[in-house]
């Protein structure tokens, strides 16, 4: 099968450190897949892209019309679909996809009502709800009656302050049943954090959380709520829902709410109501669904307004096509509400697929808490991030050898690139026959532009390939496409999750600002990649990140995959410096328990990457910190850190997980001079 082949090897820019790949599926696989019933049902419509994968996406590219109109009846889309396909203007963000559909998204993710799992729910306490198809939709019916009796109505903002619990999926579709918009952030943020995020989009609803638990502490947000409440005059009700137990039993406590004038317990919230019809409001494609928030770090979070046909569709693309995901699988991911990947992972109803929810550290008690709840809950997908890939691997974690992972077929690695030893970990050391797909894309789309492919190769520390339907290119600084070699991820056609604007921003010019200034008419998203002989990419880090060195640009992953593959590294981040004679990298290294920064380990830290990278990846100075700045999301923030070095202000520290890391930056003396 043309799928299959392997690719020319030995081009120029070919980065992947594995000839061969580490990963191929089966005939049997292949023919199973997902993307192959849909390319036979293309042929059925007469349609023919072609042989092999890229001729697929070329084609979906070539005719976008024909593509999302066959992928629409292909995955059973709830809805009138109306008589366009697609309406294009002379700018990208005047394309309007389906501009006759009427579809409901609570209605496509709630198509079934029977008594299987619909969420499955677990914790650090261990095993926590189950919620039946039919029982969720009782849920949502109920929730969405207590919303209409709140005043709730069509456009207006519903926010979550929520762990990642089965009430959090209740309340967004019983949102989007109605027509509200919903905007989520973790309990974990700061009262300043959640209002420079809710008190720009004025929510009418507020439903938090009295408290949660996180490596084994109980942390409560009662107070936290209180205020937040307090400094949001548009919300006329708050829900409150209560923690459960530490031991997973019994019913959470729902004595008074102080300080809370007209609060409700979430019980109470809907005991009034019986389960009935959910209304099911249908409404235009590109009526809002969500907000979703910029991580803020280098002033204040954009609300990036996206709409409910793209998000469906763009979700079940990739879920099925690109994910392999079908009707009774089991996908979880580990992620907060502070996440684009929360949004992604609730539309996994969509594909008639159990949805698992897990609440609290990853690593508490220990490393394998996330693999006792994928044997417990026979789970098919486990969705994670690079970085808790790299702290397995590094804490020497053997969950192949601990646990019997037998329904697992998939691992989803993001948030940021995920190094060939990343790769090489998970087939070693959690599954041999598992398909492992890093994918990339952003708050930005709410979606992907590179993903998994479930009938191609994997190549190790390489993203497979293009999503169908996204116009990916790699250009040079000046706007050329470059076919090897490392440029900006760009898109040169529009999408259907394009944001339907920034909140606020009436003219959209912010909006054209950010993504269509650099390259005009051109998406430009802000990654360093390179495509390779594989047809695959790697993701150099941020574009507004890299370092340029001697005239050369370097991505800082490319430091860091070379650095933190020593035994002695536990996590890195490097900037640039301004200084008179021009920008010097400077490598900060975070080092593991009984090692110190001596001249013996900068010498081996400068060779190893002199001689696996490149001189022009040798840092000029290298300073050893007790811990790197993250967003809440988990990525390092490297503009942040550059900003301290600089002595500027640092806009947003409520984006950050851990604000207090920057002071190990600050007035350094081995920076002056």
């Given at each position: 099968m043309a799928d299959d082949r392997l690719p020319p090897t030995g081009q120029p820019g070919f980065t992947s450190t594995m000839i061969s790949p580490i990963w191929r599926p089966t005939p049997e696989r292949r023919d199973a897949a997902n993307l192959t019933d849909f390319r036979a049902f293309l042929a059925r419509r007469g349609h023919d892209p072609g042989a092999g994968y890229e001729a697929l996406w070329r084609w979906s590219l070539a005719d976008q019309a024909a593509f999302w109109d066959a992928f629409w009846d292909w995955s059973g889309v709830?809805?009138?679909?109306?008589?366009?396909?697609?309406?294009?203007?002379?700018?990208?963000m005047e394309a309007r996809y389906f501009p006759g559909a009427r579809l409901n998204f609570a209605e496509n993710l709630l198509q079934r009502a029977d008594a299987a799992p619909a969420v499955i729910a677990y914790s650090e306490a261990g095993p926590g709800s189950t919620l039946s198809w039919a029982e969720l939709r009782d849920l949502v019916s109920r929730v969405a009656q207590g919303m209409q009796a709140a005043g709730v109505q069509r456009g207006d903002r519903v926010a979550l302050l929520l762990p990642n619990v089965p009430e959090a999926i209740a309340a967004v579709l019983a949102a989007a049943s109605l027509g509200a918009i919903t905007a989520s952030a973790s309990p974990d943020f700061g009262v300043d954090g959640v209002v420079d995020r809710f008190g720009q989009i004025a929510p009418r609803l507020l439903i938090g959380v009295d408290g949660y638990r996180y490596g084994g502490k109980r942390h409560s947000t009662l107070d936290r709520l209180a205020r937040v409440a307090a400094r949001l005059p548009s919300v006329e009700r708050v829900v409150v829902v209560r923690a459960r137990p530490a031991d997973g039993t019994g019913r959470p406590d729902c004595g008074p709410l102080p300080g809370f004038p007209g609060a409700v317990d979430f019980p109470n919230f809907i005991a009034p109501f019986e389960p009935r019809d959910v209304p099911f409001v249908r409404l235009p494609f590109a009526h809002p669904l969500y907000i979703l928030f910029s991580s803020g770090t280098t002033g204040p979070p954009k609300c990036i307004v996206h709409s409910a046909g793209g998000v469906l569709l763009q979700h079940l693309k990739e879920q099925r096509l690109h994910a392999d995901v079908k009707a009774g699988d089991r996908v979880f991911y580990f992620t907060t509400l502070g996440w684009m990947m929360w949004n992604w992972l609730v539309s996994i109803l969509g594909s008639r697929a159990t949805v698992l929810l897990y609440d609290g550290s990853p690593s508490f008690p220990g490393h394998g808490v996330l693999f006792d709840f994928a044997d417990g809950s026979r789970m098919t997908h486990l969705g994670t991030s690079a970085r808790f890939i790299a702290t397995l691997r590094t804490a020497g974690a053997r969950p192949r050898e601990t646990h019997a992972l037998g329904s697992l077929r998939t691992v989803l690695s993001t948030g940021s690139p995920l190094d060939a030893a990343g790769f090489r970990y998970i087939h070693e050391h959690v599954k041999r026959d598992v398909h492992l797909a890093s994918v990339s894309g952003g708050t930005d789309l709410c979606a992907c532009f590179v993903g998994g492919l479930p009938t191609r190769p994997v190549f190790a520390g390489e993203i497979q390939g293009p999503a169908m339907g996204m116009a990916v290119e790699v250009y040079d600084d000046g706007g050329r496409p470059l076919e090897r070699g490392k440029g900006e991820l760009v898109c040169t056609r529009p999408f259907p999750s394009m944001p339907l604007g920034f909140w606020g921003d009436e003219g959209g010019e912010r909006?054209?600002?950010?993504?269509?200034?650099?390259?005009?008419?051109?998406?430009?998203?802000?990654?360093?990649?390179?495509?390779?002989?594989?047809?695959g990419y790697v993701i150099h880090g941020r574009s507004d990140a890299t370092l340029i060195v001697a005239g050369v640009r370097i991505g800082t992953a490319e430091v860091y995959r070379v650095v933190e593959a020593l035994p002695e590294v536990r996590e890195a981040i490097a900037i640039g410096q301004r200084r008179a004679e021009g920008t010097r990298m400077v490598l900060f290294v975070r080092l593991r328990a009984g090692h110190a920064l001596d001249d013996r380990l900068r010498d081996r830290i400068r060779a190893r990457l002199r001689t696996r990278a490149s001189p022009r990846h040798v840092p000029a100075a290298i300073l050893e910190v007790p811990d790197i700045p993250r967003t809440r999301s988990g990525k390092i923030v490297e503009l942040a850190v550059r900003a301290v070095v600089h002595g500027e202000p640092v806009r947003n520290r409520q984006a950050l997980a851990n604000p207090e890391a920057l002071e190990h930056f600050r007035d350094r003396p081995e920076l002056t001079g």
């Open positions: 709830v809805g009138d679909k109306g008589d366009s396909i697609l309406e294009t203007g002379p700018e990208p909006y054209r600002d950010t993504y269509f200034r650099r390259f005009p008419g051109v998406w430009h998203h802000g990654d360093f990649i390179e495509r390779t002989a594989s047809g």
